[in-house]
């Protein structure tokens, strides 16, 4: 069965079937809004909050799997490849790229990611 999440402002995610549109799950953790989600190939889902946290959880039933921690600022964006690779942009100026469970492997910083200007 296809789901479509929708991340919140009251810090939670919403599962939805994309089936016939009804409310599947709610999954809670967060303790700010939730900016951005991303799906893994095998299901795993992915959130990005104000929290300044990742947080993942397994798509078969929502089970929180693990948080990752390191940016110092708002998580804006959350993206995962088909490697499994997680890519975190935040208002903190980095995108960290996180290879297994806990570790951010590579901090790229002093980025503007308030918009172009120009």
Do not use: F, M
């Not at 959130?47 to 929180?64: F, H, M, N, Q």
């Not at 708002?74 to 903190?92: E, H, K, M, R």
Request: with cysteine.
């Amino acid at each position: 069965q296809g789901k479509l999440y929708s991340g919140s402002l009251d810090t939670t995610i919403r599962v939805w079937s994309t089936a016939d549109g009804t409310h599947l799950s709610t999954l809670e953790g967060h303790i700010n809004l939730v900016l951005s989600l991303a799906v893994g190939l095998d299901g795993t889902v992915y959130s990005g909050s104000w929290d300044k946290t990742i947080r993942v959880w397994a798509g078969d039933d929502g089970r929180p799997l693990r948080t990752l921690q390191g940016h110092t600022d708002t998580v804006v964006t959350v993206a995962v490849d088909s490697g499994g690779t997680i890519y975190s942009l935040s208002l903190d100026k980095t995108i960290r790229v996180w290879s297994g469970a806990t570790c951010a492997v590579r901090v790229l910083s002093g980025l503007d990611v308030t918009g172009n200007t120009g």
